[in-house]
């Protein structure tokens, strides 16, 4: 049997790492979901009660693992439905995925049943990249830009996938002008803090009489630092930080 768009898609994120997916099902994004049955669970999917609900766990994940929080629903309702828990991932800075299914594309502008106009309902939540895929060939660049600048931006995406694109055979995108060919990968820039706002840090903390850390995401990865900071301050011990910790706490982060 040919590989179909909708396999595609299931191969694709997995290649980029997703694992998870929450959600729940519909007739506008079936493809998919055959696509994941077929997949044998290399990517779970978790089903949510609906599709805020989806949209929020997809946004929970990406707070507590730090990787892409994938979400998907259906098109119209299921769609529309997701948005509550998108800008919760939005005003948070998580990187979230929104995946929802779409009418048949020779039936999208004749207001057809639950025919949402959806590229521009998603347009503020997921401003950085959402787009409806047109073509078999489009599948794979829109893919990858969309989980590369959600992660690379902290920021909320969405695909939009029409249900007869879905079960159509994949193409790869030709050597043609006019076509695009990305590719998987993203490293995280490493970000290193000038050694005068890491001394400003440690003054304030070797002053302090009653300190009080208020921990946010800069310290991701950092727990232990953190955890030993808090306990040096705790014990009234001589809060005097070394440059090599002083630095592990904000680099690692």
Same mark, same amino acid.
């Given at each position: *049997? ?10 694709? %994120? ?20 055959? =696509? ?14 609906? !599709? !805020?609900?989806?949209?929020?766990? =997809?946004? =929970? ?54 025919e949402l106009d959806l590229p521009a309902m998603f347009k503020d939540v997921a401003g950085a990249f959402v787009q409806q895929a047109s073509s078999p060939p489009q599948v794979r660049h829109l893919i990858d830009r969309a989980v590369r600048i959600a992660l ?14 879905? !079960? *159509?055979?994949?193409? !790869? ?24 706002? %890491?001394?400003?840090? =440690? ?13 946010g995401a800069g310290a991701l990865q950092a727990t232990d630092e953190v955890i030993a900071v808090a306990d040096r301050l705790g014990r009234g011990r001589p809060k005097r930080f070394s440059a090599r910790l002083r630095c592990r706490m904000i680099c690692r982060?």
């Amino acid at each position: *049997m040919a590989r179909t768009v909708g396999d595609f898609i299931v191969d694709r %994120l997995h290649s980029w790492g997703v694992r998870k997916i929450f959600g729940y099902p519909g007739d506008g994004i079936n493809g998919v979901f055959g =696509a994941l049955n077929r997949a044998g669970g290399k990517i779970e999917f978790i089903q949510a009660r609906h !599709e !805020e609900m989806a949209a929020f766990m =997809a946004s =929970a994940y990406a707070k507590f693992t730090g990787e892409l929080g994938v979400c998907i629903a259906t098109s119209g309702p299921g769609a529309s439905h997701l948005l509550t828990g998108l800008y919760d991932a939005r005003l948070d800075h998580m990187p979230v995925l929104a995946i929802a299914g779409q009418q048949a594309r020779s039936a999208i502008g004749g207001h057809y049943q639950q025919e949402l106009d959806l590229p521009a309902m998603f347009k503020d939540v997921a401003g950085a990249f959402v787009q409806q895929a047109s073509s078999p060939p489009q599948v794979r660049h829109l893919i990858d830009r969309a989980v590369r600048i959600a992660l690379g931006e902290r920021r909320v995406t969405a695909l939009i996938f029409p249900n007869d694109l879905q !079960e *159509m055979d994949y193409e !790869e995108p030709p050597r043609a002008h006019g076509t695009l060919h990305s590719g998987i990968g993203f490293t995280r820039p490493k970000t290193v803090p000038y050694e005068r706002d %890491l001394q400003h840090a =440690a003054d304030i903390l070797n002053v302090g009489e009653k300190v009080a850390l208020l921990v946010g995401a800069g310290a991701l990865q950092a727990t232990d630092e953190v955890i030993a900071v808090a306990d040096r301050l705790g014990r009234g011990r001589p809060k005097r930080f070394s440059a090599r910790l002083r630095c592990r706490m904000i680099c690692r982060g």
